[in-house]
């Protein structure tokens, strides 16, 4: 991993959206803007930079840019979208710039199965990923409390999707090795290894947690495996993320749970650590050098959602000389009815970052990156 000069700049920029259909730019919300500026929240002047603070074009060119967003599926209002995977071209515009956009695709693969003894049971057909993929998602995960939702066969048709799909999955396998074994992939000339774990404590991680002899999730719920495969991944790779699973749903700051696996997993080499399963947006920041996100949200979501459970984003992460050098959130809302997430565009977009990252106040991170 690379240094990084520490001098920090923070600033937030109007996210400017041109919406097709009206020309306007006083609405607040566009669910298929032309053009999106996003709004940067923190940059930190990389070693390559000019006297300036402008990365040169040598410094950019070795960025990575890396964009999370939080839980899909493909229930209810989102189940047309599978038909009509080119509807999708708003995600995609939120998602296909980065090099690199990650979500948790929160459902089985599978059209068969016993419904497991629990609440809500999600599940979608294998063409699912493909309809991610037209969405511009490169890379999923599926350690979550839904992936099992139709017991083994459900779990069958679901390592099967995976292993014909054309984006990777990750965070479940055909036995632990599998679930937590990362994506790596080679990004302008960076190693970038993603991994992927639940640590929700419900019947899923109980039940279905991937062990060495037989399939299921990558669990979390006792620490010491994914914290050895961050470890194993950080020897290998210039760039390591964690993709969680994570938090109480509906509270909108980490548990002691969370804050203590954030440590153990910096502390492994982790440089960024991301998550959802909250439903809500929870704060983000530095953990000394490591990039912390405790809550992403929904992101294409169903039903009557809170005013709380509609609001997400999209975090984008730029990497340079092995550490995030740019922390940038693009705000949108999900319809209260559900329904695919809508850039917040106007005088409600600085309002909406400005949200975002108040909620920093109650997780212990700094808005500084340290190291």
Not at 166 to 177: C, S, Y
């Amino acid at each position: 991993m690379g240094s990084a000069r520490t001098l920090i700049t923070a600033f937030a920029l109007l996210a400017a959206s041109t919406v097709a259909a009206c020309g306007s730019t006083g609405s607040q919300t566009a669910s298929t803007p032309n053009s999106v500026t996003t709004l940067a929240v923190t940059r930190i002047e990389p070693g390559g930079g000019t006297t300036d603070g402008t990365p040169t074009a040598t410094a950019r060119d070795k960025t990575v840019t890396m964009a999370f967003a939080g839980d899909v599926h493909f229930e209810e209002e989102i189940e047309p979208y599978l038909d009509d995977p080119a509807g999708l071209a708003p995600v995609a515009r939120m998602l296909s710039a980065a090099d690199l956009a990650v979500v948790n695709l929160e459902t089985a693969i599978t059209t068969r199965g016993v419904p497991e003894p629990k609440k809500y049971h999600f599940r979608a057909p294998a063409t699912a990923l493909d309809a991610l993929r037209q969405a511009g998602v490169d890379l999923v995960s599926m350690a979550n409390n839904h992936a099992v939702d139709f017991g083994a066969d459900g779990l069958a048709d679901t390592l099967a999707a995976k292993a014909g799909s054309q984006i990777p999955v990750i965070g479940i396998g055909r036995d632990a090795d599998e679930a937590f074994a990362p994506h790596t992939s080679t990004i302008k000339g960076r190693t970038v290894a993603v991994l992927a774990a639940t640590h929700v404590p419900d019947w899923t991680a109980a039940t279905w947690a991937a062990s060495p002899s037989t399939p299921g999730v990558a669990s979390a719920r006792e620490p010491r495996r994914l914290i050895d495969a961050v470890e194993k991944a950080n020897e290998r790779a210039d760039i390591v993320v964690v993709f969680l699973h994570w938090g109480t749903e509906r509270v909108g700051c980490p548990t002691a749970e969370q804050r203590t696996l954030a440590q153990a997993l910096a502390r492994a080499g982790a440089d960024i650590i991301v998550g959802a399963h909250a439903h809500v947006l929870l704060g983000a920041g530095w953990l000394d050098r490591t990039f912390v996100d405790y809550g992403l949200g929904n992101f294409m979501w169903y039903g009557a959602n809170s005013q709380r459970e509609a609001t997400t984003g999209v975090l984008t992460l730029s990497v340079s000389d092995g550490a995030v050098s740019e922390v940038s959130w693009l705000p949108a809302r999900i319809p209260l009815g559900g329904g695919l997430p809508q850039v917040v565009t106007g005088s409600a977009a600085g309002s909406a970052v400005q949200d975002w990252k108040a909620l920093r106040s109650c997780t212990g991170l700094s808005g500084r990156r340290s190291g």
